[in-house]
Nanobody
Framework: QVHLVESGGGLVQAGGSLRLTCVASSGRAFGKYTMGWFRQAPGKEREFVAA????????YYADAVKGRFNISRDNVKNTVYLQMNDLKPEDTAVYYC???????????????WGQGTQVTVFS
């Protein structure tokens, strides 16, 4: 069982920044798994935001956030971060971190999800 807990959401003015944090339980080797961030806005489907491979070398971003968001990880702390800069009202959503069941894979399905943290951006 993998437990993920997000934090760092809040209310921020457009153009501002937030850093989201996701802490994973230590029940498995965190450094062997891709970590991802997703978001779901009111009335919309959940969408991919960013992902980072097990080593932290490779990362992937949705076009909507590319150049503004940065994903990183600390495998010692079992933590993944999402630094969000130049936030826009359309970034408003509940943000979830997630991880696959399979190790050393990317672009696959995600099996474990956190409870989400709310990000609200106003203009």
């Amino acid at each position: 069982q993998v437990h993920l807990v997000e934090s760092g959401g809040g209310l921020v003015q457009a153009g501002g920044s937030l850093r989201l944090t996701c802490v994973a339980s230590s029940g498995r080797a965190f450094g062997k798994y891709t970590m991802g961030w997703f978001r779901q806005a009111p009335g919309k489907e959940r969408e991919f935001v960013a992902a980072i491979a097990w080593s932290g070398i490779n990362s992937y971003y949705a076009d909507a956030v590319k150049g503004r968001f940065n994903i990183s990880r600390d495998n010692v702390k079992n933590t993944v971060y999402l630094q969000m800069n130049d936030l826009k009202p359309e970034d408003t959503a509940v943000y979830y971190c997630a991880t696959p069941d399979q190790s050393y894979v990317v672009h696959t399905s995600y099996s474990y999800w956190g409870q989400g943290t709310q990000v609200t951006v106003f203009s």
